[in-house]
T-cell receptor, first 116, second 111 residues
Framework: GAVVSQHPSRVICKSGTSVKIECRSLDFQATTMFWYRQFPKQSLMLMAT?????????EQGVEKDKFLINHASLTLSTLTVTSAHPEDSSFYIC????????????FGEGSRLTVL | QKEVEQDPGPLSVPEGAIVSLNCTYS??????FMWYRQYSRKGPELLMY????GNKEDGRFTAQVDKSSKYISLFIRDSQPSDSATYLCAMSFGGYQKVTFGIGTKLQVIP
């Protein structure tokens, strides 16, 4: 099946710094990618929908200035957590829909962010 | 009220048992129903995808949807230790619309 690669898988940073997470669709073009956040014992929460070549669409309550999303190509979307704080520590997962194939939603492996 | 309700478990069963995982939902507009499996510290992977009421079978897995009761189930036959994971139900209004997830049920299959 299609593969979505996410990098880094784990990152530890100091409070106040910015962290960038990459999401790549390896064998299909993804005009739309999705960014989720998952807290322990909670469901996946959709943060934003990333659209290639245009601005991301953020879900209610998600700070667009804090979570910068860039979808510059059909295979790459990035999420930058700006001025990270300990409460931003979480598991971030991206996904991409293979519109050209089955339409299935494929997920990356996730990125564990720890802000000290 | 959450849109999708799912018992987080944990659920422990002996190897070979039949496992029943369930979700209820409140919005009758949901039309597409999915089950994902998520291993620890990994992204979810799609197991089953259905859009009509009734049963869909794939190997040891059977997905069941009852739209009148707003209730979906996943059955795992002859459960294996490798089935130990968190199972998330998910649903959407349309085939390509955003997906809403349940909290996930943690399953442990004991050898």
């Amino acid at each position: 099946g299609a593969v979505v690669s996410q990098h880094p898988s784990r990152v530890i940073c100091k409070s106040g710094t910015s962290v960038k997470i990459e999401c790549r669709s390896l064998d299909f073009q993804a005009t739309t990618m999705f960014w989720y956040r998952q807290f322990p014992k909670q469901s996946l929460m959709l943060m934003a929908t990333s659209n290639e070549g245009s601005k991301a669409t953020y879900e209610q309550g998600v700070e667009k200035d804090k979570f910068l999303i860039n979808h510059a190509s059909l295979t790459l979307s990035t999420l930058t957590v700006t001025s990270a704080h300990p409460e931003d520590s979480s598991f971030y997962i991206c996904s991409a829909r293979d519109f050209g194939g089955t339409g299935e939603l494929f997920f990356g492996e996730g990125s564990r962010l720890t802000v000290l | 009220q959450k849109e999708v309700e799912q018992d987080p478990g944990p659920l422990s069963v002996p190897e070979g048992a039949i496992v029943s995982l369930n979700c209820t939902y409140s919005n009758s507009a949901f039309q597409y129903f999915m089950w994902y499996r998520q291993y620890s510290r990994k992204g979810p992977e799609l197991l089953m995808y259905t859009y009509s009421s009734g049963n869909k079978e794939d190997g040891r897995f059977t997905a069941q949807v009852d739209k009148s009761s707003k209730y979906i189930s996943l059955f795992i036959r002859d459960s294996q230790p490798s089935d130990s994971a968190t199972y998330l139900c998910a649903m959407s209004f349309g085939g390509y619309q955003k997906v809403t997830f349940g909290i996930g049920t943690k399953l442990q299959v004991i050898p």
